[in-house]
């Protein structure tokens, strides 16, 4: 059974900088693609960024690319996501998500077995 641990969420100003990060218990998470989904009141839930972690193979959505980065440490099964120049849309509640033997395009489509951390909450004030 895979555990994805996140942390890093919070309030910031626009313009201002947050990290999360998503750590997992269980497997090596060399076979997954990881990433993350957010989801604000009243919206779907909306897959933001994801990496493969056995080639760093990444995807952004549009309104986020040139803003956030993200990269992994296979060793500590850790992933780490860079937000920079955030914007009042990019609130939200952040998920991590991971799914075995797929690649970025299958599970930023809501991939059935997927694994979800408990939710970080970034708030970006105007």
């Known amino acids: 059974q895979v555990q994805l641990v996140e942390s890093g969420g919070g309030l910031v100003q626009t313009g201002g900088s947050l990290t999360l990060s998503c750590t997992a218990s269980g497997p090596t998470f060399i076979d997954y693609a990881v990433g993350w989904f957010r989801q604000s009141p009243g919206k779907e839930r909306e897959g933001v960024s994801c990496i493969r972690m056995q080639d760093g193979d990444t995807y952004y959505t549009d309104s986020v690319k040139g803003r956030f980065t993200l990269s992994r440490d296979i060793a500590k099964n850790t992933m780490y996501f860079q937000m920079n120049s955030l914007k009042p849309e990019d609130t939200a509640v952040y998920y991590c998500?991971?799914?075995?033997?797929?690649?970025?395009?299958?599970?930023?489509?809501?991939?059935?077995?997927?694994?979800w951390g408990q939710g970080t909450q970034v708030t970006v004030s105007s």
């Open positions: 998500a991971a799914a075995a033997r797929v690649g970025c395009n299958t599970l930023m489509n809501l991939y059935p077995n997927t694994y």
